[in-house]
Protein backbone atom coordinates (compact mmCIF):
# COMPACT_ATOMS: atom_id res chain seq x y z
CA UNK A 1 0.00 0.00 0.00
CA UNK A 2 1.24 3.67 -0.82
CA UNK A 3 0.51 6.46 1.52
CA UNK A 4 0.81 9.53 -0.90
CA UNK A 5 2.36 12.28 1.39
CA UNK A 6 -0.19 14.80 -0.11
CA UNK A 7 -1.17 16.30 2.87
CA UNK A 8 1.40 19.55 3.84
CA UNK A 9 0.29 21.79 7.11
CA UNK A 10 -2.29 18.48 8.63
CA UNK A 11 -3.58 20.38 11.42
CA UNK A 12 -5.26 23.11 8.81
CA UNK A 13 -6.14 20.96 6.43
CA UNK A 14 -8.36 18.56 9.13
CA UNK A 15 -10.00 21.73 11.19
CA UNK A 16 -11.07 22.64 7.25
CA UNK A 17 -11.93 19.18 6.87
CA UNK A 18 -14.00 18.83 9.97
CA UNK A 19 -15.08 22.52 9.45
CA UNK A 20 -16.81 21.57 6.08
CA UNK A 21 -17.63 18.23 7.30
CA UNK A 22 -20.45 19.95 9.72
CA UNK A 23 -21.73 22.43 6.95
CA UNK A 24 -22.47 19.63 4.12
CA UNK A 25 -24.03 17.72 6.79
CA UNK A 26 -26.48 20.44 7.42
CA UNK A 27 -26.58 21.69 3.99
CA UNK A 28 -25.69 18.84 1.54
CA UNK A 29 -22.82 19.13 -0.74
CA UNK A 30 -23.54 18.89 -4.59
CA UNK A 31 -19.95 17.40 -5.40
CA UNK A 32 -19.85 13.93 -6.38
CA UNK A 33 -16.61 11.66 -6.90
CA UNK A 34 -17.28 8.63 -8.54
CA UNK A 35 -16.20 6.22 -10.73
CA UNK A 36 -19.12 4.72 -13.32
CA UNK A 37 -18.79 1.07 -13.63
CA UNK A 38 -17.32 0.11 -16.71
CA UNK A 39 -17.29 -4.06 -16.57
CA UNK A 40 -19.78 -5.99 -19.12
CA UNK A 41 -22.03 -8.75 -18.16
CA UNK A 42 -20.83 -12.25 -19.28
CA UNK A 43 -23.00 -13.12 -21.90
CA UNK A 44 -23.99 -16.96 -23.63
CA UNK A 45 -21.89 -15.88 -26.31
CA UNK A 46 -18.14 -16.75 -26.32
CA UNK A 47 -16.15 -13.18 -26.19
CA UNK A 48 -13.71 -12.63 -29.05
CA UNK A 49 -10.15 -13.36 -27.92
CA UNK A 50 -9.28 -15.12 -25.42
CA UNK A 51 -11.49 -15.50 -22.29
CA UNK A 52 -9.48 -16.79 -19.60
CA UNK A 53 -5.91 -17.49 -17.99
CA UNK A 54 -4.19 -20.50 -19.76
CA UNK A 55 -4.15 -23.68 -18.39
CA UNK A 56 -1.44 -26.08 -18.15
CA UNK A 57 1.55 -23.57 -18.67
CA UNK A 58 3.61 -24.93 -16.13
CA UNK A 59 7.02 -26.93 -17.31
CA UNK A 60 9.83 -28.95 -15.43
CA UNK A 61 10.53 -25.36 -13.11
CA UNK A 62 8.24 -23.03 -11.89
CA UNK A 63 8.68 -19.71 -10.51
CA UNK A 64 6.15 -17.28 -8.80
CA UNK A 65 6.13 -13.63 -7.45
CA UNK A 66 4.70 -11.37 -5.51
CA UNK A 67 4.82 -7.81 -5.92
CA UNK A 68 4.37 -5.28 -2.47
CA UNK A 69 2.54 -2.21 -2.63
CA UNK A 70 4.63 0.95 -2.01
CA UNK A 71 4.20 3.47 -5.01
CA UNK A 72 6.47 4.07 -7.84
CA UNK A 73 9.26 2.90 -5.36
CA UNK A 74 8.01 -0.67 -5.13
CA UNK A 75 7.00 -0.89 -8.66
CA UNK A 76 10.74 -0.31 -9.87
CA UNK A 77 11.98 -2.54 -6.65
CA UNK A 78 10.01 -5.57 -8.25
CA UNK A 79 11.41 -4.03 -11.97
CA UNK A 80 15.14 -4.92 -10.23
CA UNK A 81 13.78 -8.22 -9.54
CA UNK A 82 13.09 -9.09 -13.02
CA UNK A 83 16.17 -7.70 -14.27
CA UNK A 84 18.21 -9.67 -12.03
CA UNK A 85 16.43 -12.86 -12.62
CA UNK A 86 16.95 -12.44 -16.47
CA UNK A 87 20.72 -11.77 -15.10
CA UNK A 88 20.96 -14.80 -13.32
CA UNK A 89 19.80 -17.49 -15.80
CA UNK A 90 22.16 -19.92 -15.72
CA UNK A 91 23.63 -21.16 -19.41
CA UNK A 92 20.99 -22.82 -21.10
CA UNK A 93 18.47 -21.83 -18.87
CA UNK A 94 16.07 -19.01 -19.09
CA UNK A 95 15.09 -18.33 -15.46
CA UNK A 96 12.36 -15.13 -16.81
CA UNK A 97 10.75 -18.15 -18.93
CA UNK A 98 10.54 -19.83 -15.71
CA UNK A 99 7.76 -16.77 -14.29
CA UNK A 100 4.25 -18.78 -14.40
CA UNK A 101 2.46 -16.34 -11.88
CA UNK A 102 2.60 -13.02 -10.65
CA UNK A 103 0.10 -11.81 -8.00
CA UNK A 104 0.07 -7.84 -6.96
CA UNK A 105 -0.43 -5.08 -4.90
CA UNK A 106 -1.32 -1.17 -5.70
CA UNK A 107 2.45 0.04 -7.07
CA UNK A 108 3.93 -3.55 -7.34
CA UNK A 109 0.87 -4.28 -9.99
CA UNK A 110 2.02 -1.41 -12.45
CA UNK A 111 5.24 -3.95 -13.18
CA UNK A 112 3.28 -6.70 -12.82
CA UNK A 113 0.29 -5.72 -15.42
CA UNK A 114 3.22 -4.59 -17.41
CA UNK A 115 5.06 -7.74 -17.47
CA UNK A 116 2.18 -9.53 -18.28
CA UNK A 117 1.51 -7.44 -21.57
CA UNK A 118 4.74 -7.05 -22.77
CA UNK A 119 6.96 -10.15 -21.42
CA UNK A 120 10.65 -9.39 -21.73
CA UNK A 121 10.62 -6.08 -24.00
CA UNK A 122 9.70 -4.88 -20.51
CA UNK A 123 13.28 -4.97 -19.51
CA UNK A 124 13.70 -2.44 -22.33
CA UNK A 125 11.12 -0.34 -21.86
CA UNK A 126 9.47 -0.13 -18.28
CA UNK A 127 12.14 2.43 -17.20
CA UNK A 128 11.47 5.09 -19.64
CA UNK A 129 7.93 4.39 -20.77
CA UNK A 130 6.45 3.79 -16.79
CA UNK A 131 9.03 4.72 -14.04
CA UNK A 132 10.66 7.82 -14.75
CA UNK A 133 6.80 9.64 -15.82
CA UNK A 134 5.40 11.95 -13.60
CA UNK A 135 1.98 10.21 -12.83
CA UNK A 136 1.56 12.92 -10.58
CA UNK A 137 0.87 15.27 -13.11
CA UNK A 138 -2.66 15.51 -13.76
CA UNK A 139 -3.65 14.52 -10.53
CA UNK A 140 -5.28 16.56 -7.38
CA UNK A 141 -2.86 16.48 -4.49
CA UNK A 142 -3.56 18.95 -2.50
CA UNK A 143 -6.19 18.93 0.22
CA UNK A 144 -6.07 22.98 0.98
CA UNK A 145 -8.38 23.93 -1.96
CA UNK A 146 -11.99 23.84 -1.22
CA UNK A 147 -12.74 21.94 -4.08
CA UNK A 148 -10.78 19.63 -3.02
CA UNK A 149 -12.14 19.56 0.47
CA UNK A 150 -15.35 18.57 -0.84
CA UNK A 151 -14.19 16.11 -3.27
CA UNK A 152 -12.20 13.91 -0.05
CA UNK A 153 -15.77 14.12 1.83
CA UNK A 154 -16.84 12.62 -1.23
CA UNK A 155 -15.06 9.62 -2.08
CA UNK A 156 -11.84 10.88 -2.61
CA UNK A 157 -9.54 13.49 -4.75
CA UNK A 158 -9.22 11.63 -7.69
CA UNK A 159 -11.47 9.84 -9.86
CA UNK A 160 -10.92 8.22 -13.32
CA UNK A 161 -10.55 11.06 -15.38
CA UNK A 162 -6.64 11.25 -13.31
CA UNK A 163 -4.98 7.98 -13.00
CA UNK A 164 -7.47 5.39 -14.90
CA UNK A 165 -7.44 7.55 -18.39
CA UNK A 166 -3.65 8.49 -17.86
CA UNK A 167 -2.89 4.93 -17.21
CA UNK A 168 -5.29 3.77 -20.25
CA UNK A 169 -3.55 6.03 -22.76
CA UNK A 170 0.28 6.40 -21.45
CA UNK A 171 1.05 3.06 -20.39
CA UNK A 172 -1.10 -0.07 -21.50
CA UNK A 173 -2.39 1.55 -24.48
CA UNK A 174 -6.26 0.60 -24.23
CA UNK A 175 -5.16 -3.18 -22.88
CA UNK A 176 -7.88 -5.61 -21.35
CA UNK A 177 -7.21 -8.69 -19.67
CA UNK A 178 -8.00 -10.07 -22.75
CA UNK A 179 -4.53 -9.16 -24.15
CA UNK A 180 -2.75 -10.52 -20.76
CA UNK A 181 -4.49 -13.40 -21.70
CA UNK A 182 -3.97 -13.95 -25.30
CA UNK A 183 0.14 -14.38 -24.32
CA UNK A 184 -0.57 -17.20 -21.87
CA UNK A 185 2.15 -16.74 -19.85
CA UNK A 186 2.74 -15.89 -17.10
CA UNK A 187 -1.05 -15.56 -15.19
CA UNK A 188 -1.39 -12.47 -13.44
CA UNK A 189 -2.98 -11.70 -10.47
CA UNK A 190 -3.82 -8.00 -9.76
CA UNK A 191 -5.17 -7.30 -5.99
CA UNK A 192 -7.11 -4.50 -4.87
CA UNK A 193 -9.37 -5.07 -1.71
CA UNK A 194 -13.09 -5.22 -1.18
CA UNK A 195 -14.31 -1.52 0.58
CA UNK A 196 -17.44 -3.21 1.99
CA UNK A 197 -16.66 -6.50 2.38
CA UNK A 198 -12.69 -6.02 4.00
CA UNK A 199 -11.69 -8.70 1.42
CA UNK A 200 -8.89 -9.06 -1.10
CA UNK A 201 -10.54 -9.03 -4.81
CA UNK A 202 -7.98 -10.40 -6.98
CA UNK A 203 -8.63 -9.59 -10.79
CA UNK A 204 -9.17 -13.00 -12.07
CA UNK A 205 -11.95 -15.19 -13.52
CA UNK A 206 -13.68 -16.81 -10.47
CA UNK A 207 -14.38 -13.42 -8.85
CA UNK A 208 -15.65 -12.08 -12.09
CA UNK A 209 -17.54 -14.87 -12.43
CA UNK A 210 -19.40 -14.27 -9.05
CA UNK A 211 -19.91 -10.66 -10.52
CA UNK A 212 -21.54 -12.62 -14.05
CA UNK A 213 -19.15 -10.14 -15.26
CA UNK A 214 -16.55 -10.65 -17.88
CA UNK A 215 -13.19 -9.98 -17.07
CA UNK A 216 -11.67 -10.79 -20.47
CA UNK A 217 -13.07 -7.29 -21.74
CA UNK A 218 -11.87 -5.23 -18.83
CA UNK A 219 -9.84 -2.85 -18.74
CA UNK A 220 -6.36 -3.25 -17.37
CA UNK A 221 -5.27 0.66 -16.58
CA UNK A 222 -8.88 0.04 -14.49
CA UNK A 223 -7.63 -3.05 -12.90
CA UNK A 224 -4.13 -1.44 -11.56
CA UNK A 225 -6.04 1.68 -10.69
CA UNK A 226 -8.12 -0.43 -8.28
CA UNK A 227 -5.14 -2.05 -6.61
CA UNK A 228 -3.44 1.46 -6.28
CA UNK A 229 -6.69 3.24 -5.08
CA UNK A 230 -5.33 4.86 -1.44
CA UNK A 231 -8.63 5.55 0.36
CA UNK A 232 -9.14 9.68 0.08
CA UNK A 233 -6.08 10.46 -1.99
CA UNK A 234 -8.35 8.32 -5.27
CA UNK A 235 -12.05 7.22 -5.43
CA UNK A 236 -12.84 3.28 -4.87
CA UNK A 237 -13.34 2.36 -8.47
CA UNK A 238 -16.53 0.88 -9.14
CA UNK A 239 -17.25 -2.57 -10.55
CA UNK A 240 -21.60 -3.73 -11.30
CA UNK A 241 -23.12 -6.90 -10.18
CA UNK A 242 -25.04 -8.86 -12.79
CA UNK A 243 -27.03 -11.48 -11.29
CA UNK A 244 -29.92 -11.37 -13.11
CA UNK A 245 -30.04 -13.73 -16.41
CA UNK A 246 -26.42 -14.91 -15.48
CA UNK A 247 -25.20 -17.27 -17.65
CA UNK A 248 -22.64 -18.95 -14.94
CA UNK A 249 -23.57 -20.82 -12.28
CA UNK A 250 -22.87 -20.11 -8.81
CA UNK A 251 -19.41 -21.91 -7.61
CA UNK A 252 -20.75 -24.42 -5.20
CA UNK A 253 -18.12 -23.90 -3.51
CA UNK A 254 -19.87 -20.73 -1.58
CA UNK A 255 -22.22 -22.91 0.05
CA UNK A 256 -20.28 -25.35 0.74
CA UNK A 257 -17.82 -22.72 2.59
CA UNK A 258 -20.30 -21.36 4.30
CA UNK A 259 -22.25 -24.14 5.77
CA UNK A 260 -19.11 -26.34 6.25
CA UNK A 261 -16.99 -25.93 9.88
CA UNK A 262 -14.93 -22.91 9.80
CA UNK A 263 -11.23 -23.77 8.66
CA UNK A 264 -10.75 -19.91 7.54
CA UNK A 265 -11.93 -16.87 8.84
CA UNK A 266 -10.65 -15.16 5.21
CA UNK A 267 -12.09 -18.02 3.10
CA UNK A 268 -15.49 -17.67 4.76
CA UNK A 269 -15.35 -13.89 4.62
CA UNK A 270 -14.41 -14.37 0.99
CA UNK A 271 -16.97 -17.08 0.68
CA UNK A 272 -19.87 -14.47 1.97
CA UNK A 273 -18.55 -11.74 -0.33
CA UNK A 274 -18.95 -14.06 -3.27
CA UNK A 275 -22.35 -14.75 -2.10
CA UNK A 276 -23.05 -11.27 -2.21
CA UNK A 277 -22.38 -10.56 -5.49
CA UNK A 278 -25.48 -12.42 -6.70
CA UNK A 279 -28.06 -11.13 -4.40
CA UNK A 280 -28.95 -7.54 -5.93
CA UNK A 281 -31.04 -7.14 -2.62
CA UNK A 282 -28.16 -7.19 -0.88
CA UNK A 283 -25.19 -5.82 -3.45
CA UNK A 284 -25.05 -3.95 -6.54
CA UNK A 285 -22.02 -2.38 -6.94
CA UNK A 286 -18.92 -3.05 -5.53
CA UNK A 287 -16.45 -0.56 -3.97
CA UNK A 288 -12.71 -1.55 -5.00
CA UNK A 289 -9.81 0.39 -2.60
CA UNK A 290 -5.99 -0.32 -2.62
CA UNK A 291 -4.95 -4.05 -2.07
CA UNK A 292 -2.74 -3.02 0.71
CA UNK A 293 -5.46 -2.46 2.63
CA UNK A 294 -6.27 -6.11 3.25
CA UNK A 295 -3.35 -7.84 1.93
CA UNK A 296 0.30 -5.57 1.33
CA UNK A 297 1.74 -8.93 -0.21
CA UNK A 298 -0.88 -10.33 -2.89
CA UNK A 299 -0.60 -13.84 -0.94
CA UNK A 300 -4.27 -13.97 0.36
CA UNK A 301 -5.79 -14.63 -3.09
CA UNK A 302 -3.51 -17.55 -3.67
CA UNK A 303 -4.35 -19.19 0.02
CA UNK A 304 -7.97 -18.62 -1.37
CA UNK A 305 -7.10 -20.25 -4.62
CA UNK A 306 -5.76 -23.02 -2.79
CA UNK A 307 -8.92 -23.32 -0.79
CA UNK A 308 -11.46 -22.97 -4.19
CA UNK A 309 -9.49 -25.53 -6.37
CA UNK A 310 -10.74 -28.98 -4.45
CA UNK A 311 -7.68 -30.75 -4.88
CA UNK A 312 -4.77 -31.94 -3.57
CA UNK A 313 -2.88 -30.26 -6.41
CA UNK A 314 -4.55 -27.21 -7.13
CA UNK A 315 -4.41 -24.07 -7.90
CA UNK A 316 -2.01 -26.41 -10.21
CA UNK A 317 -3.76 -28.58 -13.02
CA UNK A 318 -2.93 -32.47 -12.85
CA UNK A 319 -0.58 -32.02 -15.47
CA UNK A 320 1.37 -29.07 -13.82
CA UNK A 321 1.75 -31.60 -10.73
CA UNK A 322 2.91 -34.23 -12.64
CA UNK A 323 5.45 -32.39 -14.65
CA UNK A 324 6.64 -29.73 -12.34
CA UNK A 325 10.02 -30.43 -10.79
CA UNK A 326 10.82 -27.53 -8.56
CA UNK A 327 9.02 -24.41 -7.69
CA UNK A 328 10.13 -21.09 -6.55
CA UNK A 329 8.00 -18.30 -4.63
CA UNK A 330 9.64 -15.22 -3.86
CA UNK A 331 7.86 -12.40 -2.16
CA UNK A 332 8.87 -8.79 -3.42
CA UNK A 333 8.79 -6.79 -0.67
CA UNK A 334 8.99 -3.03 -1.26
CA UNK A 335 7.52 -1.97 1.71
CA UNK A 336 7.88 1.41 4.21
CA UNK A 337 9.28 0.27 7.68
CA UNK A 338 8.86 2.38 10.73
CA UNK A 339 9.69 6.21 10.32
CA UNK A 340 9.25 9.69 12.15
CA UNK A 341 10.82 11.19 14.84
CA UNK A 342 8.57 11.20 17.50
CA UNK A 343 10.15 8.19 19.56
CA UNK A 344 12.86 10.31 20.00
CA UNK A 345 10.95 12.75 22.63
CA UNK A 346 8.40 12.34 24.79
CA UNK A 347 5.60 14.45 23.06
CA UNK A 348 3.54 13.14 20.67
CA UNK A 349 3.28 11.63 18.09
CA UNK A 350 0.47 14.33 16.69
CA UNK A 351 -2.95 13.00 15.78
CA UNK A 352 -2.21 12.73 12.43
CA UNK A 353 1.38 10.97 12.35
CA UNK A 354 -1.01 8.64 14.97
CA UNK A 355 -3.44 8.21 12.64
CA UNK A 356 -0.96 6.95 10.09
CA UNK A 357 1.29 5.04 12.08
CA UNK A 358 -2.03 2.96 13.40
CA UNK A 359 -3.13 2.52 9.37
CA UNK A 360 0.53 0.94 8.39
CA UNK A 361 0.48 -0.91 11.76
CA UNK A 362 -2.51 -3.01 10.89
CA UNK A 363 -1.38 -3.43 6.98
CA UNK A 364 2.06 -4.45 8.37
CA UNK A 365 0.73 -6.94 10.49
CA UNK A 366 -2.09 -8.27 8.11
CA UNK A 367 0.99 -8.87 5.75
CA UNK A 368 3.04 -10.48 8.20
CA UNK A 369 0.32 -12.66 9.01
CA UNK A 370 -0.21 -13.43 5.69
CA UNK A 371 3.27 -14.47 5.22
CA UNK A 372 3.68 -16.77 7.96
CA UNK A 373 0.43 -18.05 7.03
CA UNK A 374 1.18 -18.77 2.92
CA UNK A 375 4.74 -20.37 4.28
CA UNK A 376 2.57 -22.95 6.16
CA UNK A 377 0.60 -23.31 3.27
CA UNK A 378 3.55 -23.84 0.61
CA UNK A 379 4.78 -27.09 3.21
CA UNK A 380 1.46 -28.27 2.96
CA UNK A 381 1.41 -28.05 -0.77
CA UNK A 382 4.49 -29.71 -1.44
CA UNK A 383 3.16 -32.44 0.96
CA UNK A 384 0.18 -32.40 -0.96
CA UNK A 385 1.56 -32.79 -4.44
CA UNK A 386 4.16 -35.52 -3.44
CA UNK A 387 1.08 -37.61 -2.17
CA UNK A 388 -0.91 -37.14 -4.91
CA UNK A 389 1.89 -38.25 -7.68
CA UNK A 390 2.64 -41.13 -5.66
CA UNK A 391 -0.92 -42.41 -5.99
CA UNK A 392 -0.65 -42.26 -9.93
CA UNK A 393 -0.29 -45.58 -11.84
CA UNK A 394 2.26 -45.71 -14.59
CA UNK A 395 -0.63 -45.29 -16.86
CA UNK A 396 -1.64 -42.33 -15.78
CA UNK A 397 1.86 -40.47 -15.64
CA UNK A 398 2.39 -41.28 -18.96
CA UNK A 399 -1.10 -39.56 -20.34
CA UNK A 400 -0.15 -36.79 -18.10
CA UNK A 401 3.96 -36.57 -18.65
CA UNK A 402 3.98 -38.18 -22.02
CA UNK A 403 6.41 -40.64 -20.73
CA UNK A 404 7.62 -42.62 -17.77
CA UNK A 405 10.70 -42.35 -17.97
CA UNK A 406 12.88 -40.63 -15.75
CA UNK A 407 9.94 -40.64 -13.38
CA UNK A 408 10.02 -39.52 -9.62
CA UNK A 409 7.31 -39.63 -7.89
CA UNK A 410 9.06 -37.67 -4.81
CA UNK A 411 11.35 -35.67 -7.44
CA UNK A 412 9.57 -32.03 -6.66
CA UNK A 413 10.87 -29.36 -4.86
CA UNK A 414 9.38 -26.08 -3.37
CA UNK A 415 11.66 -23.06 -2.42
CA UNK A 416 10.09 -20.30 -0.99
CA UNK A 417 11.57 -16.74 0.14
CA UNK A 418 11.40 -13.29 0.28
CA UNK A 419 13.31 -10.09 -1.26
CA UNK A 420 13.73 -7.24 0.70
CA UNK A 421 15.64 -4.18 1.68
CA UNK A 422 16.34 -5.91 4.75
CA UNK A 423 18.92 -7.87 3.27
CA UNK A 424 21.18 -5.38 1.50
CA UNK A 425 22.35 -3.96 5.54
CA UNK A 426 20.88 -1.66 8.24
CA UNK A 427 22.36 1.28 6.51
CA UNK A 428 21.29 0.81 2.53
CA UNK A 429 17.80 -0.21 4.15
CA UNK A 430 17.13 3.38 5.81
CA UNK A 431 18.26 5.05 2.84
CA UNK A 432 15.95 3.11 1.02
CA UNK A 433 12.99 3.00 3.55
CA UNK A 434 13.46 6.80 3.39
CA UNK A 435 12.66 6.96 -0.56
CA UNK A 436 8.71 8.01 -0.66
CA UNK A 437 5.89 5.96 -1.50
CA UNK A 438 4.49 8.51 -3.92
CA UNK A 439 3.67 7.79 -7.40
CA UNK A 440 6.71 10.10 -8.87
CA UNK A 441 10.10 10.13 -7.87
CA UNK A 442 13.48 11.78 -9.39
CA UNK A 443 15.56 9.43 -11.40
CA UNK A 444 17.95 9.20 -8.87
CA UNK A 445 15.33 7.73 -6.31
CA UNK A 446 14.12 5.30 -9.17
CA UNK A 447 17.28 4.07 -10.04
CA UNK A 448 18.45 3.33 -6.65
CA UNK A 449 15.28 1.40 -6.38
CA UNK A 450 15.69 -0.89 -9.56
CA UNK A 451 19.59 -1.44 -8.44
CA UNK A 452 17.90 -2.47 -4.62
CA UNK A 453 15.67 -5.41 -6.20
CA UNK A 454 18.54 -6.37 -8.98
CA UNK A 455 21.12 -6.68 -5.54
CA UNK A 456 18.46 -8.39 -3.57
CA UNK A 457 17.90 -10.66 -5.89
CA UNK A 458 20.99 -11.82 -7.06
CA UNK A 459 22.01 -12.33 -3.42
CA UNK A 460 18.95 -14.05 -2.53
CA UNK A 461 19.69 -17.26 -0.73
CA UNK A 462 16.34 -19.04 -1.71
CA UNK A 463 16.85 -18.10 -5.40
CA UNK A 464 20.55 -19.64 -5.16
CA UNK A 465 19.00 -22.77 -4.05
CA UNK A 466 16.85 -23.02 -6.73
CA UNK A 467 19.42 -22.45 -9.41
CA UNK A 468 21.86 -25.14 -7.95
CA UNK A 469 18.69 -27.57 -8.01
CA UNK A 470 18.38 -26.69 -11.76
CA UNK A 471 22.14 -26.89 -12.44
CA UNK A 472 22.80 -30.05 -10.48
CA UNK A 473 20.02 -31.98 -13.07
Not at 188 to 206: C, E, G, V
Not at 340 to 356: F, N, R, T
Not at 372 to 379: G, L, N, Y
Request: hydrophobic residues 45%; aromatic residues 8%; charged residues 20%.
Amino acid sequence: MNCMSFLTKPSAIWQRIVALGLVCSLLGCAVSVHNLPSNVPFTKAAPSGATGPARNIAGQNVVALSFSGGGMRAAAFSFGVLKALNASSPSGHDVLDDVTLISSVSGGSLTAAYYGLHGKDTLSTFREKVLLRDMEANMRLSALAPENLLRVLSGGLNDRTNLVSWLDSQVFDGATFADIYARRKPDIWINASDLYHRTPFPFIPPLFHALCSDLSKFSVAEAVSASMAVPLVFSPIVLKTYPQDCAIAADPWVERALSGPIISKTVQASAKAMQSYRDPGRMRYVKLVDGGVTDNYGLASILLGRSISRTSYGPLTQRDAVTMRRLLFLVVDAGRGPSGEWVLEAQGPSGLDAAIAATDSAVDSAARLGFDAFRKMMQEWHSAVVEFRCALTSAEVRQLRGSVDGWNCQDVQFHFGSVSFASLGPQREVELNAIATRLSLPTKSIDEAIEAGFDATLGNTTLKSYLDSIQKH
